[in-house]
Structures are given as C-alpha cells and as structure tokens.
C-alpha cells in the first residue's frame, strides 16, 4: 500500500478498524493469475486470523498448499469523491484538482484452507452470531433442518488468514489548507455524505 505520512492511521488503528469491520475481498495468486472473492469474516484474537468461508467449488480455495499461501484481504471503509469546487483555494489561485477521500485496509497473511466440517460449522455459527445479535428475532443455524446444514456446510470450506501485519489508510483531506478541510466537510454534508464529513472533521490534523 502506498502510505503517505499524513493518511498512515498506526497499526493500533488498523487493527481497531479490521477487527470491527465485517467483510473485505480476499485476493490470492495461483497459476491463472490473481483471484478475489468478497467474503464475511469474524477476527479471532487468540489465533491472530480473520476466519472466513469459500464455496467448495471456488477455485480460488482449491490448490492452496498444505501450509498455506500468501494472501491479502483488503477492508474498504467510506469513500467519496472530492471536487475542487469545495476548496477556498479555487478561488484564490486555482491550482486545484478533483480527488478521492477513502479508508481502506489491507491485511497481509497466510491463507489456510481448512476441509473440516467442525472447523466450517463453528466460523458459520460465529459469523451467524455476530450478524443476528440484537435482533428482534435473531435466527440461529438450529432453526434449520439439521439434515439441510450438514448438507450445506459440505458445500464450502474454511478458509483463515493468518496475519501478519495489517496497513490502514485514511486518506480525508489531511494535506489540504484548513479552509479547504472546512470545504470539503460542509461539501460532504451537502452530498449528503455526513459518515465522510463526520471522519473528515475527525482526523484533520488540528483535531488529532
């Protein structure tokens, strides 16, 4: 990741953000080139993983070595485009361009691939859990037919990734004059982007 030193977030930020995310895209490379799938995820703190599943059929979990291959799941957070209308600076020299304000994540590991069914049965239970949890009425993998979950918990396979450092960037504007800042938060506003906004404000440098 290209990490210049005004959006480099820290590795405590980094691990805050992919800890509390849900889902990223998964990219390996295998003989045909590169490979990604979007999957959900549960971080597991004592394995030091994001733990995830693939469909059985999915190529990319076939051909993974026994100990496993190197892999990166890229975590993507907000993002907008930023026009140069909402710079003061437009109208004082017009040395200006159009940009783009994001978060993303990128998680550096080793893939394993794990064709055991307790293994797929517990990180389908996990992820289950944490997306049911406060519901009026939260579903459970026991509210279906147990023949049925066997049957599809066959049809996948675990996948982990072990990691081994994790990269966040927050690029919101942070290299810009003040009064730019204070443009592109009210120009996010205005877009009706106030997650952009709200993160912008946070992070511009007299704020952190």
Not at 7 to 28: C, I, M, Q, W, Y
Not at 85 to 98: D, N
Request: charged residues 25%; negative net charge; aromatic residues 8%.
């Amino acid at each position: 990741m290209y990490l210049p030193t005004w959006f480099d977030a820290g590795p405590d930020a980094a691990r805050a953000f992919v800890v509390h995310s849900h889902a990223g895209d998964l990219v390996t490379a295998g003989p045909d080139g590169l490979s990604s799938s979007f999957v959900p995820y549960v971080f597991d703190q004592d394995r030091n993983s994001l733990l995830a599943h693939l469909a059985r059929q999915n190529p990319q979990g076939q051909g993974v070595p026994e100990g496993g291959a190197d892999a990166l799941m890229i975590v993507r957070g907000p993002d907008g485009y930023v026009s140069p209308g909402w710079y003061v600076s437009k109208a004082e020299h017009g040395r200006v361009v159009p940009t783009w304000d994001y978060v993303s994540a990128h998680v550096h590991g080793r893939l394993v691939v794990h064709d055991d069914p307790d293994f797929v049965e517990d990180v389908v239970r996990r992820l289950t859990v944490r997306h049911e949890s406060g519901r009026l009425s939260p579903w459970s993998v026991d509210d279906a037919p147990e023949r049925f979950v066997r049957g599809q918990l066959q049809a996948v396979v675990g996948v982990e990734l072990v990691i081994t450092r994790i990269e966040l960037k927050r690029k919101l504007s942070q290299n810009r004059p003040s009064a730019d800042i204070d443009g592109v938060v009210a120009g996010f506003r205005d877009d009706l982007r106030p997650d952009l906004a709200d993160l912008v404000q946070e992070h511009r440098p007299e704020a952190t």
